[in-house]
């Protein structure tokens, strides 16, 4: 099982709708869960971070934790042409020492067709 | 505020060559940590210093190194270049030391193509 999986569509949704990225991590420590987008081409870039269970919302975006069943999700709302991007789920796994190494899914990628 | 910087933005380079990469970090931050992404893939760890010292290393070969200098500015180091690392090589800063709540903003990247 790797560490931090997500499916890699794409997801086609139509413009309006909710998308609704799904992301499950495999370490019950993890304490730290981040959503990223990357633009074709471009560097990740950091939308939203959750760190206890339930909901966190900012604006269009909506980001769910269940620590329980190790998931952690991201709602968009009225989905835009614009938000058609790969979204990258991230967790700061814990390791010996008590460190922490952020470890990311490969990432899923978002068509919002108008 | 300027965010991450790195440099520099594309490199083409032969097998067996060596590479080195650079980063300064939004003003302010003090960590900074180092990723190769491939394509289709998420980013995968390499470094991540604090304060100068190395706090975390991902399961990559004795061929890549880094160091962090006094003014948080950091680079990336690879030696005996494979066709394999061919690669966007992401750079990215924390205002906060390495622990469980620990943001990451990245810099734009340095695509490294190995002929």
């Known amino acids: 099982q790797k560490e931090v999986e997500q499916n890699s569509g794409p997801l086609s949704v139509p413009e309006g709708a909710i998308a609704s990225l799904n992301c499950t991590y495999s370490?019950?420590?993890?304490?730290?869960f981040f959503w990223y987008r990357q633009y074709s081409g471009k560097s990740p870039e950091l939308i939203m971070s959750?760190?206890?269970?339930g909901d966190k919302e900012d604006g269009r975006f909506t980001a769910q934790l269940n620590k329980a069943s190790q998931y952690v999700s991201l709602l968009i709302r009225d989905s835009q042409p614009s938000d058609s991007a790969t979204y990258l789920c991230?967790?700061?796994?814990?390791?010996?020492?008590?460190?922490?190494?952020?470890?990311f899914g490969r990432g899923t990628s978002l068509i919002v067709h108008p | 505020d300027a965010g991450v910087t790195q440099s520099p933005t594309h490199l083409i380079k032969t097998r067996g060559q060596q590479v080195t990469l650079r980063c300064s970090p939004i003003?302010?931050?003090?960590?900074v940590s180092w990723y190769q992404q491939v394509l289709g893939q998420g980013p995968q760890f390499i470094f991540q210093?604090?304060?100068?010292?190395?706090?975390g290393r991902g399961n990559f070969p004795d061929r890549f190194s880094a160091r962090q200098f006094p003014n948080y500015s950091s680079e990336l180091n690879v030696n005996a270049l494979l066709l394999g690392d061919s690669a966007l090589y992401l750079c990215?800063?924390?205002?906060?030391?390495?622990?469980?709540?620990?943001?990451?903003?990245f810099g734009p990247g340095t695509r490294l193509t190995v002929t």
């Open positions: 370490d019950r420590g993890s304490q730290s």
């Open positions: 959750i760190y206890s269970n």
């Open positions: 003003s302010g931050h003090k960590s």
């Open positions: 210093y604090y304060e100068k010292e190395e706090r």
């Open positions: 991230a967790v700061n796994l814990p390791r010996a020492g008590g460190s922490y190494i952020p470890t």
């Open positions: 990215a800063s924390s205002n906060l030391p390495p622990g469980s709540s620990y943001e990451q903003y």
